[in-house]
């Protein structure tokens, strides 16, 4: 009876391909792998033809989805390969960590951090050996080597040698873990196991090969505490794998070692898509023998290296950057000299990229970028199969997007829904329901003038960890539809206030919830009697208006926000008038923008009723000497665009406002609510231009430089075609009218008229 300690590193495609040919070699009876036990019932899935790496084990709390650990597998990971070696061949594959059970039972303040030397012990020999970067260390020591060295007795020599020069690491989770895994050990050789073969983190590694005796184990592993969890497989990523997502085990360059992978194993050119007409080189003239992919052993040239840069000439392609196989050519072989003259027997991923920035890039760090995201990160997304635990609500959505033709892609995709026809309407309801049950799969883009309202721009791209999402929303239903109504009913009661009611309500419409509408339209109306806050009144107004909007193109009735609606402009009518008496500045500032939005809401409701009364109720506020200069002078200019006042009264009333008897902030702020905005109206109008030319000139110096601020603010509002019209008319004198008057001084420029006759007449049909 042997065991055998196989320590790796965590998605090394070294380790990977090694552990292989020493699980080939050793034939073993069981196969021991440091993962969670609670998922220990998944590992048959592994060998389903619809598993494709990368893909992660979940493990989480039932009751607090929130609370989950990953695992993550790539195809190079020496883990998977444990696994698929033991399927294969019929090998008992058991996991042997501590259980998840126990170590998420565990109170937070009672689980230190892993040491950072732990989570990369390799780290520190790369550091000790003078490299900057544990990965390339690695890559040339285990991925670039092409003899027959034991690495495995290598790297427990190694790892004994640090664990032994360190001191003491003060965590119990580690040392319960190995407890544990030496636990696991012991059980599978009480069951007769011949050749055991034991697959774990390489700093595990001399703990395990140690003797320990089974008190001592077994008193670190005496009461320790225990929860409920549940384990699936999810979908996973590379740029989830790599160091930048957080992932503590992480590794750098995900896509770089699946290329490392495939070429390591023999896989032929062709298969990887690479063919050699787009090299523009015969393999000849490179040094390689065609007849054997495993002559980079031997030959000066690599054929990873020329796949891999033929790789980044297509991706650059791709995106209509300049890159010929003469490039290929010459970044290969720059990439070749580089390894020779740093004593490497195969370029690395340094020399890759500094040949591919010199080369393909032209010296520039931008396309270099695009190179790391693409390929050295890589955007591989994982699958699992369809037989995989999941919670009903992931299957739901599963076969929504199987019908509806959206995958779950980690690249972004921008969506045009045209609302008009019948599938990309449902994909609408589908994304705006996830979106009220947190899963943002879509991003809804604000558009302006694109398309009318039947059309809706979505930026669609799926994250691992929506999973998550999904079976924290699995408590409020078992299909998307279910799930997304009960959500929204249960934020209805909890909704205090009228805004937050009417904006649920929009959401609920947008996402086609018919029974969440008919409950929120009870709480809404409940809500409504009892609310007199008239600012509360007029925030619950434009969401309501943009439901009846979207009615007619999402065919839904909105007859019974129609009554709701009514009874809050009618409220907002008769309470707006005192509420916008005797207000600050800040107060002001805040109803002068409810004021613009009910506006809006009320324009957009296209109701003459509606429109009638609060035309009304702007007369009134324009009237009332007691309201803020900004809202009355808002409201005047409503009014003028309404057609409700006519340029000789808002004259008047600007020239009321602007006398001598008019405080010259009131008048001042009196004009920003007027003008804020637009400024084609002072162009225009000669009357206004006048009345604010003479305010302005006859302003004392202090009382100019006073209300500059507030002045400019009010022109920053302004385009800046008007701002320079309105500078040259100024330049051209107070009366603005030197550039549109003839050379014999009348108004009309008779030489110009005659210029645009012709093309009036054409207009007209004379």
């Known amino acids: 009876m042997t065991t055998h300690i ?88 058991r996991f042997m960590d501590l259980p998840l059970t126990h170590r998420m039972g565990m109170k937070k303040e009672q689980q230190p951090e892993e040491s950072q030397i732990a989570q990369d012990p390799l780290g520190l020999l790369a550091q000790a050996a003078g490299y900057g970067d544990g990965e390339r260390w690695w890559e040339q020591m285990v991925e670039t080597r092409g003899d027959n060295v034991d690495l495995f007795t290598a790297i427990l020599e190694a790892m004994t040698a640090v664990r032994e020069e360190m001191p003491p690491i003060e965590n119990p989770v580690e040392a319960q873990r190995e407890a544990y895994m030496r636990k696991t050990i012991r059980a599978a050789e009480k069951e007769a196991f011949e050749r055991i073969a034991v697959v774990c983190g390489a700093w595990h590694a001399p703990a395990l090969s140690q003797a320990s005796t089974v008190k001592e184990d077994t008193a670190l592993l005496k009461g320790l505490p225990k929860t409920k969890v549940q384990a699936t497989w999810i979908p996973w990523t590379y740029g989830r794998l790599s160091y930048n997502s957080g992932y503590g085990a992480g590794i750098e360059s995900p896509g770089w070692y699946h290329h490392l992978w495939e070429w390591g194993m023999g896989v032929k050119s062709e298969e990887l898509g690479v063919k050699s007409e787009e090299l523009g080189v015969r393999s000849e003239e490179l040094g390689v023998r065609s007849e054997d992919n495993r002559s980079y052993l031997f030959s000066p040239i690599s054929p990873s290296s020329i796949t891999w840069m033929t790789r980044v000439a297509r991706l650059l392609r791709e995106q209509d950057l300049e890159a010929s196989s003469a490039h290929v050519i010459e970044a290969v072989r720059l990439a070749e000299s580089l390894a020779a003259l740093r004593n490497l027997c195969l370029p690395g991923l340094s020399e890759l ?7 393909m890039c032209f010296g520039s760090d931008l396309p270099m970028q695009l190179i790391h995201d693409k390929l050295i990160v890589g955007e591989s997304l994982g699958k699992v199969p369809l037989e995989t635990p999941m919670v009903p609500l992931q299957q739901d959505l599963q076969r929504q997007q199987k019908r509806l033709r959206m995958p779950a892609e980690t690249t972004e995709k921008m ?25 943002p799969w879509g991003q809804f883009q604000a558009t302006r003038g694109k398309k009318g309202t039947f059309h809706e721009f979505w930026l669609v791209q799926w994250h691992p960890e929506f999973a998550v999402n999904l079976i924290e929303a699995g408590i409020w239903g078992n299909t998307i539809a279910d799930a997304a109504n009960t959500k929204a009913c249960s934020l209805a009661d909890t909704a205090s206030e ?88 800040d107060a002001a500032a805040a109803m002068y923008e409810n004021v613009i939005k009910v506006n809006n809401a009320i324009a957009v409701l296209q109701n003459q009723e509606y429109i009638t009364s609060w035309r009304q109720v702007l007369v009134q506020i324009a009237d009332n000497s007691n309201v803020h200069g900004l809202i009355s002078g808002r409201c005047c200019r409503l009014l003028l665009d309404a057609g409700v006042l006519d340029t000789t009264e808002v004259a008047r009333r600007m020239g009321l406002a ?33 009345l604010l030319g003479n305010w302005v000139s006859e302003l004392s110096e202090d009382l100019f430089i006073n209300l500059l601020p507030l002045l ?17 008319r100024v330049k051209n004198g107070v009366d603005g009218n030197v550039s549109n008057v003839g050379d014999d001084g009348n108004d009309i420029n008779e030489e110009n008229a005659v210029l645009i006759l012709p093309i009036v007449k054409q207009f007209l049909g004379v």
């Open 658 to 690: 602007l006398s001598s008897a008019t405080e010259p902030y009131k008048a001042g702020v009196w004009i920003e609510g007027f003008l804020k905005g637009s400024g084609l109206l002072l162009l225009h109008d000669d009357k206004l231009w006048q």
């Open 6 to 93: 196989f320590g790796i590193r965590h998605h090394g495609p070294g380790s990977a391909r090694r552990l292989c040919q020493a699980l080939k070699q050793l034939q073993p009876d069981i196969i021991l792998i440091e993962g969670p036990p609670d998922a220990e019932s998944l590992i048959p899935l592994v060998a389903s033809p619809e598993m494709q790496p990368p893909v992660a084990l979940l493990i989480y709390l039932p009751d607090n989805p929130k609370e989950s650990v990953y695992y993550p597998f790539a195809v190079f990971s020496p883990e998977w390969q444990a696994i698929q070696f033991g399927l294969s061949n019929h090998i008992p594959v």
């Open 415 to 439: 969506y045009d829904l045209d609302l008009r026809k019948e599938n990309d309407l449902a994909r609408s309801h589908l994304l705006h329901r996830l979106n009220l049950l947190d899963i």
């Open 498 to 585: 009228l805004p937050t009611l009417t904006t649920l309500l929009d959401k609920v419409i947008l996402s086609d919830l018919p029974d969440a509408v008919i409950y929120l339209m009870s709480q809404l109306q409940n809500t409504a009697a009892l609310t007199s806050d008239v600012t509360h009144l007029m925030n619950a107004l434009p969401p309501l208006a943009n439901v009846m909007r979207y009615g007619n193109v999402r065919q839904t009735d909105t007859a019974m926000i129609s009554h709701v609606v009514d009874g809050l402009v009618a409220r907002i009518c008769i309470s707006l008038p005192g509420a916008c008496a005797s207000l600050d500045d």
């Open 712 to 728: 400019r603010r009010t022109f920053t509002t302004f385009t800046v075609s008007e701002r320079r019209q309105i500078g040259e």
């Open 353 to 359: 990229n500094e040949a591919t920035q010199t080369v």
